[in-house]
C-alpha cells in the first residue's frame, strides 16, 4: 500500500484524467451490476480500502460508510478494510457492530482487514516478537466479528540475512495462526517490500509456518525488493510462486493507456495466471495512483477487470 508517482498540479491532472475517461471503454449498468455477482464462476471483485485512503485521511468519506460506498457508487459488494482507518476501534464491539450493520444492510461481505503498524511478526527480540503477535490478536477477533475470513499481515523482520528472518518471520506467523485458528480467522501474507516481495522468499516462509490457516495475498505490483538499488522481483513469476497457497488476490493498479489498459501490469497475463491455478475467490481493485482520482481510477480497474473476466470466459 505504498504510493508511487508524483503529484500533479491540477490542471494537468483534469487534462489527463478528461483524457482517459473519454478513452476507457464505456460500462453498461448491467455490467457494473455484474462486478461481483457476474454469470461466470472464475472470480468475483472486491474492494480494497486501501484505493480511498486519500478521501478517508481527508475526512471526505467516513470508515461506516465505506462498505455502502463501495455498492453505491461502484457496484461492488464484497471488501477489504484498513485497521489504518479504525486503529483505535479494534475492540469497540458497538463501533464493529455499525460496521457490520451498515454492510449487511446493503448486501456488502466483509473479507479481510489488513493489518499495518502493529510490530513485527518477525522481530529478532523475542520478546518484541511475542508483543507484535499479541498486538494482532484484536484484529483476529475484529475480523472474526465483522464476518471476514482472513487478516492480511506483514512478514517483517531486521535479521542479518533473509534465512534467519524466514525463521523468525515463520514462528511469528505460525503462533499468531495457532490463535486465529481458534476463531476461524485466516492469517494471509502480502508481498509487501523487502524479502516479503521476493516470492519464493514469502512462500518458503509460508511453508516452514506450518499451520492451515496461513496463506498468501498476491499484490500484482508491490515487488520491490531492495529500495536503495531498485531491485524488484518478477511481479509474473511472483505471483505464480504465490497463487498455490492465495487466500485472495489484490489487483494493484497505478495509471492506465488510452485503452483502459494497466501500464504496470499486463492484466490478462496476471489473470491467466490466477485463474490457471484455480483460483475462484475474490479479487480486490486496489488502485493507488496519482493521475486519475480515486473513484475514476477505481472504475477504471474495475473495468478492465471485468473485460479480462468476459474475454477469459468467452
Known amino acids: 500500500m505504498t504510493e508511487y ?7 494537468s491532472f483534469l487534462i489527463q484524467g478528461a483524457r482517459l475517461a473519454a478513452s476507457v471503454p464505456f460500462v453498461t449498468s448491467a455490467c457494473v451490476h455484474s462486478a461481483s455477482r457476474g454469470t461466470t464462476s472464475l472470480f468475483r471483485l472486491s474492494l480494497a480500502q486501501w484505493s480511498l485512503h486519500r478521501a478517508l485521511r481527508a475526512k471526505q468519506l ?3 460508510d465505506f462498505a455502502p460506498s463501495a455498492k453505491r457508487d461502484y457496484g461492488i459488494d464484497a471488501v477489504e478494510y484498513v485497521n489504518q482507518f479504525f486503529m483505535d476501534k479494534a475492540r469497540d464491539t458497538t463501533y464493529l457492530a455499525e460496521i457490520k450493520k451498515r454492510a449487511d444492510d446493503v448486501g456488502v461481505r466483509s473479507l479481510l482487514i489488513m493489518c ?8 529478532v527480540d523475542p520478546a518484541a ?48 495462526a495457532e490463535f486465529a485458528d481458534q476463531h476461524d480467522i485466516n492469517v494471509i501474507v502480502e508481498n509487501h517490500g523487502g524479502n516479503s516481495s521476493n516470492g519464493a522468499w514469502l512462500v518458503n516462509t509460508i511453508r516452514m509456518g506450518d499451520h492451515r490457516r496461513l496463506g498468501t495475498l498476491p499484490d500484482f505490483g508491490n515487488f520491490l525488493v531492495n529500495a536503495q538499488t531498485n531491485e524488484w522481483y518478477d511481479r509474473y513469476r511472483g505471483v505464480e510462486e504465490m497463487m498455490p497457497f492465495a487466500k485472495g488476490v489484490s489487483a494493484k ?3 492506465f ?11 490478462r497475463r496476471m489473470m491467466r495466471i490466477v485463474v490457471d491455478h484455480g483460483y475462484r475467490g475474490y479479487v480486490g481493485i486496489e488502485y493507488e495512483g496519482n493521475v486519475l482520482s480515486e473513484p475514476a481510477g477505481i472504475r477504471a480497474t474495475r473495468d478492465l477487470l471485468l473485460r479480462v473476466r468476459e474475454e477469459l470466459t468467452a
Not at 508517482?5 to 490542471?11: E, K, L, S, V
Not at 535479521?159 to 515463520?170: T, Y
Open 129 to 176: 516478537r511475542t508483543t507484535a503477535v499479541q498486538n494482532h490478536h484484536k484484529w483476529v477477533e475484529a475480523a472474526r466479528h465483522l464476518g471476514c475470513h482472513s487478516i492480511r499481515v506483514n512478514a517483517y523482520s531486521q535479521a542479518g540475512g533473509a534465512d534467519e528472518q524466514m525463521k523468525l518471520c515463520a514462528d511469528g506467523l505460525h503462533r499468531l
Open 253 to 255: 493498479s497505478i495509471d
Open 257 to 267: 493507456d488510452g485503452a483502459g489498459n494497466e501500464t504496470q501490469t499486463d492484466f
Open 116 to 123: 499495518d503498524s502493529e510490530g513485527n511478526l518477525g522481530d
Open 5 to 11: 508517482g508524483a503529484n500533479m498540479d491540477r490542471r
Open 62 to 64: 467516513d470508515n461506516l
